[in-house]
């Protein structure tokens, strides 16, 4: 089983900063690396495909790199309705998996 | 635009069966496949397993003893078996179509399930 390491676990952000969420892949998978946002009482929404497509319909702010085992999502300048946990997936083999989620909090 | 609709029973009681449905109206899959994923309260997400149009199944192997999923396509809706439940499989229950891309999208907007007597 392929574990998704994020980190961190939780950011405390003030509005217009930027925010970094790093997922490493215990082995590697490629570019099968989606990342999800889950505002409180939501179900996740996709919010970057392929370790850094975008998303039709999501802001350009959020941006997405990485491949191998090591992944990032960005989102410049933070909005307060970005408020939310975000989590990685990836897809590369089975059983698919989850990080264990980056809570963005504003300040 | 697919869109997704899980519903059963909200209470389970241990050793029993829990039995969840999806119905997708909106659209179809071409190609790709349907999952069942869960969250425990305050917790992260457990991808349960998926089935394709086909009927070809992939589990989870942490609880593939315990589940079951099947689809009908003239319903528009697949099914989650989950047997001899205990209370460590209470969390809302989220189905989700991948559709000609693995990422999960869209998403149903799940259900709680409580396992308890």
């Known amino acids: 089983e392929i574990v998704l390491t994020q980190s961190p676990d939780f950011q405390s952000v003030t509005p217009k900063e930027k925010v970094t969420i790093t997922c490493r892949a215990s082995?590697?998978?490629?570019?099968?690396l989606h990342w999800y946002q889950q505002k409180p009482d939501q179900s996740p929404k996709v919010v970057i495909k392929?370790?850094?497509q975008s998303i039709s319909g999501v802001p350009s702010r959020f941006s997405g790199s990485g491949s191998g085992t090591e992944f990032t999502l960005t989102i410049e300048s933070l909005e307060a309705e970005d408020a939310a946990v975000y989590y990685c997936?990836?897809?590369?083999?089975?059983?698919?998996?989850f990080g264990g989620g980056t809570k963005v909090e504003i300040k | 635009q697919v869109q997704l609709q899980e519903s059963g029973p909200g209470l389970v009681k241990p050793s029993q069966t829990l039995s969840l449905t999806c119905t997708f109206s909106g659209g179809s899959i071409i190609s790709g496949y349907w999952s069942w994923i869960r969250q425990p309260a305050g917790k992260g997400l457990e991808w349960i397993g998926r089935i394709y149009t086909s009927g070809i199944t992939n589990y989870n192997p942490s609880l593939k003893s315990r589940v079951t999923m099947s689809i009908d396509t003239s319903k528009s809706q697949f099914s989650l078996s989950l047997s001899s439940v205990t209370a460590a499989d209470t969390a809302v229950y989220y189905c989700a179509a991948s559709n000609g891309s693995p990422e999960f999208d869209p998403w149903g907007q799940g259900t709680l399930v409580t396992v308890s007597s």
């Open positions: 997936h990836q897809s590369s083999s089975l059983p698919l998996t």
């Open positions: 392929y370790a850094s």
């Open positions: 082995q590697s998978i490629g570019s099968s």
